[in-house]
């Protein structure tokens, strides 16, 4: 098999692969991302296991709230989960419903479609954006917000190599987001951020995540970035990987009594 050809084979794995909703394990033994150090899914774990009800924001296809649930046995009994994107929602309701999470199809900046002070614990994991008065206001006394986030400057390493440098945004930092929460009225009881290594072994793992999580690149496409995919590639096979830095936050926001 030519080198070339070899090129395009991944090119097609990477291309061919479903890119709904929020799994990633075909990217196992092809990429790897570290995880910060709070645990997220532990510590969720834990406030679930006082919760009684819960709403899980943009919640993708499901799978990692489900993956929480399955830490909980006596979870809460009220399990809500919003998600905007249609395949993801779907997906999400075949996840969630045997679990009794009843799942709603809600745009990201639309109002949450639930009554005031009707959730002890909200959580989000990745939001695309956070509705600060929303969240304050489903939100029972003393009820907690738990969310981790996606920083500025996330792959901006990939993102620097395939589109040429980019200019950071300064929407999602952790100042802004305790800012925003206190504005809102919730008290920060807990905020930290870690900067994480993200490793890709192979130009198909490359195309695949471009493909799923599409701020990365926004206007991707293998026919379009091919050039540059190409010498990603070369970078690869010389150095045995591609090192990115994904940005992440913790936010635990408390509504006062």
């Known amino acids: 098999m030519t080198a070339q050809s070899f090129f395009d084979r991944l090119l097609d794995e990477g291309n061919s692969e479903p890119v709904e909703g929020w799994d990633f394990s075909w990217l196992s033994g092809r990429a790897t991302e570290a995880r910060p150090s709070w645990k997220c899914f532990e510590s969720l774990s834990v406030r679930m296991n006082t919760a009684i009800a819960v709403l899980d924001v943009q919640t993708g296809g499901g799978e990692r709230f489900a993956e929480i649930i399955s830490r909980v046995p006596n979870h809460p009994k009220t399990l809500a989960a919003t998600e905007s994107w249609p395949p993801n929602a779907e997906i999400a309701r075949d996840t969630l419903r045997p679990l009794g999470v009843s799942v709603l199809e809600v745009p990201d900046d639309a109002v949450f479609p639930f009554e005031d002070e009707m959730f002890d614990l909200v959580c989000s994991r990745h939001p695309t954006v956070t509705l600060w ?34 200019p950071i945004s300064e929407t999602q930092r952790i100042d802004r987001a305790i800012s925003l929460a206190t504005v809102a009225g919730l008290e920060v009881i807990d905020a930290q951020e870690e900067s994480l290594p993200v490793v890709f072994f192979d130009i198909g793992a490359v195309v695949y995540f471009l493909r799923k999580v599409i701020w990365t690149v926004p206007d991707f496409s293998t026919e379009k970035y091919r050039e540059r995919l190409k010498l990603l590639r070369h970078s690869i096979e010389d150095h045995g990987s591609f090192k990115s830095h994904s940005q992440r936050f913790l936010i635990e926001a408390r509504k006062p009594r």
Do not use: A, H, K
């Open 133 to 166: 008065t929303e969240i304050e206001r489903v939100l029972q006394s003393e009820g907690t917000y738990f969310s981790q986030q996606i920083g500025d400057g996330t792959n901006s390493e990939l993102t620097d190599f395939i589109m040429g440098p980019q």
